[in-house]
């Protein structure tokens, strides 16, 4: 059974960092790719960022370039998304997801695209 699991959340400061991990559990696939979204209070959901195990390859969306990385543990089959220079306007429920397609599985732009797994979300909540 896949699952995942986000964690990390919490409240910070502005400039402040928080780690959030992603642990993948039930994960059997050759290739995936996990992808890290975020939804705000009466706005839609957005991708934020993005990484692929065919290629290695990251994605991240402007709004969180240069601040925020993603990593990936396969021992201990979790990913992770530092995020530093946090701002109020990152607060938002955090989800992370998957892609498993049959063959290999770069990120696609929008991130939503083709994911078949989701996590339950985990709040960051960024004070000014």
């Known amino acids: 059974d896949v699952q995942l699991q986000a964690s990390g959340g919490g409240l910070v400061h502005a400039g402040g960092s928080l780690r959030l991990s992603c642990a993948l559990s039930?994960?059997?696939?050759?290739?995936?790719?996990i992808g890290w979204f975020r939804q705000a209070p009466g706005k839609e959901r957005e991708g934020v960022s993005c990484i692929s195990s065919s290629n290695r390859s990251t994605y991240y969306a402007d709004s969180v370039k240069r601040r925020f990385t993603m990593s990936n543990d396969n021992a201990k089959n979790t990913v992770y998304l530092q995020m530093n220079s946090l701002k109020p306007e990152d607060t938002a429920v955090y989800y992370c997801a998957a892609r498993t397609p049959s063959g290999m599985a770069p990120c696609l732009v929008p991130l939503r695209i083709g994911m078949d797994y989701w996590g339950k979300g985990t709040q960051v909540t960024v004070s000014s």
């Open positions: 039930g994960f059997t696939f050759d290739h995936y790719a």
